[in-house]
């Protein structure tokens, strides 16, 4: 790279990447530029279809005012702007006569199609667009099976990614850290900037701490039992994961700094944990390869099945109201709160349609209005995997035991007892097999609906 500056003026277009450390579009645009102004779009394309209270507004809201901080002690500034991405950031490029726009990869469907017309537009009136890598180690087709085609099943693809990453760590581990000395002062900038609350949103309490602080506190914090991690993640009632895929999906944390993290605290336990994150970059790839996951089947001919259960069913499940004690507890935090453990997120998706018998995609899309840490790829993947529909999918034989897994997971119903109080009482096994005068009947029966859902895809066959 050269060390003289390429352009005199360019804007860091930030997204998923809400941070001032570590951040590779920051980090390029402030070593080929003389002065460099972060933005942040309020997409009025997606937020407009938001609740008021949506949880997560409060997430990146604070992680902004976090960032602008941090760029107002350096003299610089944040600009926050509202609207449609494609007509402000080429406006904002004229107003403030910029050569680039420097930003990182997104690669959902709405995403491809704004960056390509916004790159369009920048490019007709002389204006440089760069978009890096930087939410992934490895993206698109960078990982390829033997026949240079992308994998289908994932642990292939995960003993590749090791291989290669292992091979160049010191390149992938790189930190990029953004050259502060070139930010654009804020007094040159008359531009007013915004904020989500000046468009009717209402902070909200959530259980995640906000920012990239927060952040790097709960990746320290993990050092303490990041080796048990492998024997302790499953359960919902001690704590055993990180809690950091908000800060992930959002960018508060690079990537790149978990895995030099995960590199410093090697264990047994880390090594499950960096498998979790090969599994998120896995469905980034899935996304990226086969595009028609976002709106169907995976696996095409699975979108053939007649899924037959009741509407009612979903309500109940939503509402926390089956009958299944862990079911239950997992929605009902879920309700309160937009977090579930992984393990529960399993559970709950396994029960939706392979004992209520109903089309993965109701379920995918209450998770994606109301889930915390929603990332598209992460989501379509987890349910189409629980529903049997898509790569590297559960087979279709396999479903999970609402019971067994509630005494596996959660034995002495520590879990159940705080999210279902009505059941506080019962003691040992029986908060897992409640009486019908202890508890609501369960809606279903398991054994029965199994058989059914097995049913549905032999008929596929």
Known sequence: MSTTPIYERALVWMRRDLRLKDQRALFEATHQSSKVLPVFVIDSNIVDKLSKTDRRVTFIQKSL??????????????????????????ELAKKLKVQAVFTSNDFEAYAKKRDEGVAKRLKSEGVAFHSFKDQVIFEGTEILNGSGEPYRVFTPYSNNWLKQFESAKAKHLRDYQ??????????????????????????????????????????????????????ARDFPAIGGTSRLSMHIRFGTISIRECLRFADEHLSAGTRVWIKELIWREFYQMILFNFPHVEKGSFKRECDQIKWPGKKEHFEAWVEGKTGFPIIDAAMREFKQT???????????????????????RMGE?????NLLDFDLASNNGGWQWSASTGCDAQPYFRVMNPYSQSERFDFDGEYIRKWVPELSKLKGKAIHHPLPFEYMEPIVDHSEQRLIAIDLFKKLK
């Open 65 to 90: 005012d976090e960032v602008a901080e941090g760029l107002d002690k350096k003299g610089s500034r944040l600009l926050v702007v509202y609207g449609d991405p494609a007509e402000k950031i080429p």
């Open 338 to 360: 937009g977090w579930m453990h992984n393990r529960l997120r399993m559970v709950v998706a396994m029960f939706l349609t392979k004992d209520l018998l109903l089309d993965w």
């Open 365 to 369: 899309k209450y998770f994606a209005d």
């Open 178 to 231: 953004p050259k502060m000395g070139s930010l654009w002062d804020a007094s040159e900038i008359r531009e007013k900037s915004t904020s989500f609350w000046e468009h009717g949103f209402k902070e909200q309490d959530i259980v995640i701490p906000t920012g990239s602080k927060a952040a790097e506190k709960l990746l320290k914090d993990f050092a303490d039992h990041i080796s048990r991690y492998q024997e």
